[in-house]
């Protein structure tokens, strides 16, 4: 008989829902725009089965997809799980057989060896295909129209890695899917690739090279150039998993790195350069780009572990006030003939995190920026709480030409996840269409799916697309056209 913990990541409403479904016509208040074809994919970890342990983090379940299909001005709703080796393997037992968050050591010997993979973090479509991604394991092939699982990827036998980033970007000039794997030749290693992908899911080029250290390294970002790379202490070691400790601690004695990558067809890992700078927390990236000699990476710092389930790995306590993140511009210069970072600035005091753009200026000089935001000056009541302790309460949008911000709070009782960008068309300006992302209605213990014009946020969603039953907390969701996913009329 399922039993799940009772604890903040599987009670409330982030009790795991478990449920596969296809809803036609879902209730909208407002109105969705007629043009608007295409669909919003994204994923929540809900877990299939309680935990083998008894007790886990939230960012171990295994990953359900959710599509959104826009069409002729309504939207309908389908959801199924993304049937990685470890669901199959589970459902067939009727129980978990793998243990802990990133931790072979507590699975049952049944499973040893056998890829890890929850598919959970990110829905992205490419060359027809849409990709559930966990950065743990390959990318796991989906279906974009019926959802149904193909199983995992490696390119035909190109990929020979381990693990693909939950956070490819696409070249807006190639049409390319460019990616890495951290810990590529297993867990807690060294060792990264890096991959570009043609527009028809071709693997053409893969590269190997090591990090300064072991680090959770969960987004990334490029240019025409480079590729980027943000080496941030959330680390870990043999020792910690043998004694049953979380994956990934925080250290505060490890310097930064950010590795520039030149994204040349003969490049080798003899090329990449490493820039340092002091300790820092940073994980997802809004967008990096070039000028001259010097190269712009945009990414929420704190100046302390922001994350309070990847504990300090010295034992201090969570400190919150230092783990508050403000969207940040790091600057390196090519020309340069040192190690340390040009400048560090901060872009924003809207505190912050998940970073979107209009992803056609992937790698470009940009405008707009929009990202989920912590104000702490609006009432909040936690009716089922947040399982990572942060509630996003306010969509925020930057004009990083003008300064100018706005921002639109959802309300004491609910929450938001992601926010992302769908262009009006695929010439139109940046900027010009619309932010879609969830709303966790706490007290209802449902959501709404919220459709705002992009750059006039402020004045609140323009459509409100009820959905009658609850999405979990989730990660990381993207647009796809019609077209995209072969659904066109």
Not at 193 to 210: A, H, M, N, R
């Given at each position: ?470 999405l979990r907390f989730g990660l990381h969701g993207n647009w796809a056209t019609a077209d995209q996913i072969g659904l066109a009329a």
């Open positions: 008989m399922a039993h799940f913990p009772d604890t903040p990541s599987f009670t409330g409403f982030n009790t795991p829902t478990r449920i596969e479904a296809d809803i036609a016509d879902l209730d909208i208040k407002g109105a969705v725009p007629p043009e608007l074809d295409g669909a919003f994919y994204r994923v929540q970890p809900d877990p299939q089965f309680p935990p083998r342990l008894g007790d886990d983090i939230a960012f171990n379940g295994d990953g359900m997809i959710t599509m959104f299909r826009f069409h002729d001005g309504q939207v309908d709703f389908r959801q199924r799980w993304a049937k990685t080796d470890k669901w199959k393997l589970e459902h067939e037992a009727g129980k978990a057989l793998f243990g802990a968050y990133r931790n072979p050591l507590t699975d049952d010997p049944a499973v040893a060896g056998l890829v890890r993979g929850t598919a959970n973090t990110t829905a992205f479509i490419h060359g027809g295909k849409l990709y559930a991604l966990k950065e743990d394991s390959p990318a796991l092939v989906m279906d974009p129209a019926t959802l149904e699982t193909d199983g995992y990827t490696w390119f035909d036998g190109a990929m020979t890695g381990q693990t693909f980033t939950a956070h490819p970007k696409i070249d807006p000039a190639t049409g390319d899917m460019i990616a890495f794997g951290y810990a590529a030749k297993g867990v807690l290693t060294r060792d990264m690739t890096y991959y570009v992908v043609s527009p028809d899911g071709q693997l053409k080029q893969e590269i190997w090279f090591e990090t300064p250290y072991y680090a959770m390294m969960h987004d990334f970002a490029i240019t025409p150039d480079y590729a980027l790379f943000h080496v941030v202490p959330s680390t870990s070691n043999w020792e910690r998993l043998e004694q049953g400790l979380p994956h990934f601690g925080f250290d505060t004695t490890l310097p930064v790195y950010l590795g520039v990558l030149p994204r040349r067809a003969d490049a080798t890992a003899a090329d990449i350069r490493w820039f340092k700078r002091d300790n820092c927390f940073a994980s997802h990236v809004m967008n990096a780009f070039q000028d001259g000699t010097k190269i712009h990476f945009d990414t929420p710092e704190a100046k302390n572990n922001m994350f309070p389930f990847f504990p300090d790995i010295h034992g201090a306590p969570f400190n919150g006030p230092e783990s508050a993140s403000f969207l940040t511009r790091w600057t390196v210069d090519m020309a340069s003939n040192g190690e340390d970072f040009a400048s560090v600035q901060r872009l924003t005091n809207m505190m912050g995190e998940f970073p979107r753009i209009d992803d056609r200026q992937t790698g470009l000089p940009y405008r707009y920026g929009w990202l989920l935001v912590i104000d702490p000056t609006k009432p909040v009541e936690l009716k089922g709480g947040s399982p990572s302790g942060m509630l996003m309460n306010t969509l925020g949008l930057i004009d990083h030409q003008t300064g100018a911000e706005q921002k639109w709070w959802c309300g004491p009782l609910s929450s938001l996840q992601e926010p992302c960008f769908i262009p009006r068309s695929p010439d139109a300006a940046e900027g010009d269409g619309w932010i879609v992302q969830v709303c966790n209605r706490l007290e209802e213990h449902r959501s709404d799916l919220l459709l705002f014009d992009a750059l006039d946020i402020a004045k609140g969603p323009i459509a409100e697309i009820r959905i009658p039953i609850r």
